[in-house]
């Protein structure tokens, strides 16, 4: 390994938290090329068959422990078992990723149910977190954490598939329409087109 | 706070019993809005009676409850404008047709993150697995830089400029606790045993709670004794202390 | 590498402190014998000229960073705390040091969003303490510690910079304290304090 490898690998150990590149240059004064080239050498010494294994996520690299250990280190580290996210819990996720930094009233606007309980649970769970307030209206803006990063193994909130690839088709869209648009005329029969 | 941790329940996802539908509230609604179940066949009473009812551990806080009667009112809005309808040979009401289509365009544009939804969730299945070490870097923390007091000032005269919406509109339930000690105080000077719930009776959650607090206060100072023979029964309340 | 080297490589990896081997064998359900050889193959994974290595301390084995990268590593730990004081937490201490003592209720209203995680928080960081309890309410009262005022070099929250629109000075402060906190919007009147 060369020096910087070396120094890279110790790094990526001690720190708790993923540290990018430009973290890395700023610690070991190297440039972003060498440290590439570093982050690959570590990366390959960890390779498929180690306990090991260095990721990209949550804006940075981590070293971390290979998934199908999961369960030997769960008995060294309980993982609470009733850690899920409930469905109301992952579009709360999901609408700060997209659209962060956000505030609660936008949440609910496009949730359609107050959403201060679900983001007051998040924070506390420490998959989101406050991001300062909104200029004009003053209401907190809240994004998502390293800890949801990590979780999602997302490099960042970028790193979400496009929302265009969630958009309804025309179709979709068409056929809703006429749903909530047709409902209630009697003249479409007591069934609506279902 | 407790509720707040996970795996807590969640309001969306708690289970509704009906002779139509028995599962989680937040499947309940998913198939409604997709018309697989018939909003028509819907006891929407019953359904209130489930979500909000008298069980123990259907009783929400102050601001799950005021969540779920919004969503449960809007589900009885739709049922009785599908029931009632507009006759078909006089022109719609040109506000329903506005509301429908801001509906509309509301669920088209949240559809998106209802499916990313769907994507993260499967994705922290597949992403279970790795570990992060989470051990603090060891050493004495470096001093923390100083901070500056202008930043607090900025920081409070933000705060201030704000026009908070004013809620003078709102009927306010207001309890008091030191009335409800006085109360409590009164009915053990009575009687040497009070049962809380004959002591609420026909009073409101807010009150209730207040009691609660005025009982847990005489208790801490020593000047009543709570016994609650069963779990989630009745509260005994004993005077005569000191 | 066998199975077992890879599950004690992760266990050393994750764990904050050394491990025996009889830690390890009743986590892995490995016998003796067979730990000794894992934890000498993991040891030769990580020979000199990489950033970590295997040492027995304090009775157990450990992963831990090399001593000749000590250097660098001693930057990782100099670099200021990423999370300093975010905008909310100044925020709250800004609450607290110009309305102190104040219960959490009330810095909740002012703030507008729940203040119980940020107050714990900055409880635990010290820069905050309790401060008996009100009298009516019997809510719990805060005030900010020596170290926070220390922190901002303050001689004491009066030495505070004035704002803007109130001066704290006795009996006018206590009444717009109680405006402030009484109603949870700012005066009766469509600009609020004025």
Same mark, same amino acid.
């Given at each position: 390994?060369?020096?910087?490898?070396?120094?890279?690998?110790?790094?990526?150990?001690?720190?708790?938290?993923?540290?990018?590149?430009?973290?890395? $240059? /700023?610690?070991? &004064?190297?440039?972003? =090329?060498?440290?590439? *080239?570093?982050? +690959? @050498? #570590?990366?390959? %010494?960890?390779?498929?068959?180690?306990?090991?294994?260095? $990721? /990209?996520?949550? &804006?940075?690299?981590? =070293?971390?422990?290979? *998934?199908?250990? +999961? @369960? #030997?280190?769960? %008995?060294?580290?309980?993982?609470?078992?009733?850690?899920?996210?409930?469905?109301?819990?992952?579009?709360? =996720?999901?609408?700060?990723?997209?659209?962060?930094? #956000?505030?609660?009233?936008?949440?609910?606007?496009?949730?359609?149910?107050?959403?201060?309980?679900?983001?007051?649970?998040?924070?506390?769970?420490?998959?989101?977190?406050?991001?300062?307030?909104?200029?004009?209206?003053?209401?907190?803006?809240?994004?998502?954490?390293?800890?949801?990063?990590?979780?999602?193994?997302?490099?960042?909130?970028?790193?979400?598939?496009?929302?265009?690839?969630?958009?309804?088709?025309?179709?979709?869209?068409?056929?809703?329409?006429?749903?909530?648009?047709?409902?209630?005329?009697?003249?479409?029969?007591?069934?609506?087109?279902? | 706070?407790?509720?707040?941790?996970?795996?807590?329940?969640?309001?969306?996802?708690?289970?509704?019993?009906?002779?139509?539908?028995?599962?989680?509230?937040?499947?309940?609604?998913?198939?409604?809005?997709?018309?697989?179940?018939?909003?028509?066949?819907?006891?929407?009473?019953?359904?209130?009676?489930?979500?909000?009812?008298?069980?123990?551990?259907?009783?929400?806080?102050?601001?799950?409850?005021?969540?779920?009667?919004?969503?449960?009112?809007?589900?009885?809005?739709?049922?009785?404008?599908?029931?009632?309808?507009?006759?078909?040979?006089?022109?719609?009401?040109?506000?329903?047709?506005?509301?429908?289509?801001?509906?509309?365009?509301?669920?088209?544009?949240?559809?998106?993150?209802?499916?990313?939804?769907?994507?993260?969730?499967?994705?922290?299945?597949?992403?279970?697995?790795?570990?992060?070490?989470?051990?603090?870097?060891?050493?004495?923390?470096?001093?923390?830089?100083?901070?500056?007091?202008?930043?607090?000032?900025?920081?409070?005269?933000?705060?201030?400029?704000?026009?908070?919406?004013?809620?003078?509109?709102?009927?306010?339930?207001?309890?008091?606790?030191?009335?409800?000690?006085?109360?409590?105080?009164?009915?053990?000077?009575?009687?040497?045993?009070?049962?809380?719930?004959?002591?609420?009776?026909?009073?409101?959650?807010?009150?209730?709670?207040?009691?609660?607090?005025?009982?847990?206060?005489?208790?801490?100072?020593?000047?009543?004794?709570?016994?609650?023979?069963?779990?989630?029964?009745?509260?005994?309340?004993?005077?005569?202390?000191?």
């Amino acid at each position: 390994m060369t020096a910087l490898a070396r120094a890279v690998e110790a790094l990526l150990f001690l720190s708790p938290e993923p540290l990018s590149v430009g973290v890395l $240059a /700023e610690l070991t &004064g190297a440039g972003e =090329l060498d440290l590439d *080239a570093a982050i +690959a @050498e #570590v990366a390959a %010494r960890h390779g498929e068959g180690t306990g090991i294994e260095v $990721a /990209e996520v949550a &804006g940075g690299w981590a =070293l971390r422990t290979r *998934a199908q250990l +999961a @369960e #030997v280190l769960d %008995r060294l580290r309980d993982r609470p078992p009733e850690d899920t996210l409930s469905p109301a819990a992952l579009e709360t =996720l999901a609408v700060v990723g997209y659209l962060e930094p #956000v505030t609660r009233p936008e949440i609910s606007r496009l949730r359609g149910v107050a959403a201060d309980h679900m983001v007051s649970a998040l924070v506390e769970r420490g998959l989101l977190e406050e991001a300062g307030r909104d200029g004009a209206a003053g209401a907190v803006l809240y994004r998502t954490t390293t800890a949801m990063q990590q979780r999602f193994e997302l490099k960042g909130t970028e790193d979400l598939p496009p929302v265009e690839s969630f958009q309804l088709t025309g179709e979709e869209a068409g056929a809703l329409k006429r749903r909530l648009l047709g409902g209630g005329h009697l003249g479409d029969g007591p069934q609506g087109d279902g | 706070m407790s509720r707040a941790r996970s795996g807590t329940p969640d309001p969306l996802g708690q289970d509704v019993d009906l002779d139509l539908f028995e599962g989680p509230l937040d499947l309940l609604l998913t198939l409604v809005l997709r018309e697989e179940i018939d909003l028509l066949e819907l006891p929407v009473a019953a359904l209130v009676r489930s979500v909000l009812g008298e069980r123990e551990e259907a009783r929400w806080d102050l601001e799950t409850i005021s969540e779920l009667i919004v969503l449960l009112s809007a589900l009885a809005e739709l049922k009785a404008r599908i029931m009632l309808g507009e006759p078909a040979d006089e022109e719609p009401d040109p506000d329903a047709i506005e509301a429908r289509e801001r509906l509309a365009a509301r669920l088209i544009a949240y559809a998106p993150f209802a499916r990313a939804a769907a994507w993260l969730g499967a994705r922290d299945s597949a992403c279970r697995g790795p570990r992060y070490r989470r051990v603090p870097v060891d050493g004495m923390p470096p001093p923390v830089e100083p901070g500056d007091p202008e930043a607090l000032r900025a920081a409070m005269e933000a705060l201030l400029a704000f026009e908070q919406p004013s809620v003078a509109h709102l009927d306010r339930q207001r309890a008091s606790v030191p009335e409800a000690i006085e109360r409590l105080r009164d009915a053990l000077a009575r009687g040497s045993e009070v049962s809380f719930e004959r002591h609420i009776g026909g009073r409101g959650p807010i009150e209730e709670a207040v009691a609660l607090l005025a009982a847990l206060e005489l208790s801490r100072v020593g000047e009543a004794r709570l016994d609650q023979p069963r779990p989630l029964g009745d509260i005994l309340i004993r005077g005569g202390l000191r």
